[in-house]
Nanobody, 115 residues
Framework: VQLVESGGGLVQAGGSLRLSCAAT?????????INWYRQGPGKQRELVAGITEEGETAYADSVKGRFTISRNNAENTVYLQMNSLKLEDTGVYYC?????????WGQGTQVTVSS
């Protein structure tokens, strides 16, 4: 079982991206609490947003009002909609799944915000 992130890329400041986190060959996303983390250049990995199995959400103060985390259990996918992107949002974004079965990290997807 692997977590796969997608949707990263290069975007101008003020733009939007939608990241996806899906599991291969498993419904583990559906039964997990999912967190998105990011690691900017020269920075420590930080928690950006999370969604519980029940759908409760939480956000870092730095992204509140700009990012939205959601899940589509039918697609076994969690999304991170990122709007009004800033230069400081640049980094590698990782999803992390926590369940009673396993804890999994994805390989990360690069988000680069340019001026």
């Amino acid at each position: 079982v692997q977590l796969v992130e997608s949707g990263g890329g290069l975007v101008q400041a003020g733009g939007s991206l939608r990241l996806s986190c899906a599991a291969t060959h498993s419904n583990i996303v559906e039964i997990s609490d999912i967190n998105w983390y990011r690691q900017g250049p020269g920075k420590q990995r930080e928690l950006v947003a999370g969604i519980t199995e029940e759908g409760e959400t939480a956000y870092a103060d730095s992204v509140k009002g700009r990012f939205t985390i959601s899940r589509n259990n039918a697609e076994n996918t969690v999304y991170l909609q990122m709007n009004s992107l800033k230069l400081e949002d640049t980094g590698v974004y990782y999803c992390y799944a926590h369940s009673f079965i396993a804890d999994l990290w994805g390989q990360g997807t690069q988000v680069t915000v340019s001026s």
